[in-house]
């Protein structure tokens, strides 16, 4: 049974640091494309980050870029997604999600699993 399990999220002040963790079983995250997605109350789920299969290439949406790291652990079959110098517009549910082949990286329907989410809220 393929699973993604996301751990990490929690409530941190403007300015501060998570690590969030994705961990797979009864797949391989060094075999698939592994990507975060995000979702605020009320807006749509949106892509933030993604490590592609194999070359391990990686990719950032725009608001995030220098200051979230996206990293994969093979040995513990866990892809990290590293948030620095959070705003109070990070604030939202993150997921992962794993695809076995993908060409957008950034649309959802291209992923074949999901994780539940983890809560991540940036607040003074």
């Known amino acids: 049974q393929v699973q993604l399990v996301e751990s990490g999220g929690g409530a941190v002040q403007p300015g501060g640091a998570l690590r969030l963790s994705c961990a797979g079983s009864g797949l391989s995250v060094d075999k698939l494309s592994i990507g975060w997605f995000r979702q605020a109350p009320g807006k749509e789920r949106e892509g933030v980050s993604v490590i592609r299969s194999r070359e391990g290439s990686t990719d950032y949406e725009n608001s995030v870029k220098g200051r979230f790291t996206i990293s994969r652990d093979n040995a513990k079959n866990t892809v990290y997604l590293q948030m620095d110098s959070l705003k109070p517009e990070d604030t939202a549910v993150y997921y992962c999600?794993?695809?076995?082949?993908?060409?957008?990286?950034?649309?959802?329907?291209?992923?074949?699993?999901w994780g539940q989410g983890t809560q991540v809220t940036v607040s003074s």
């Open positions: 999600a794993a695809a076995l082949n993908i060409v957008s990286v950034w649309v959802l329907s291209e992923y074949d699993y």
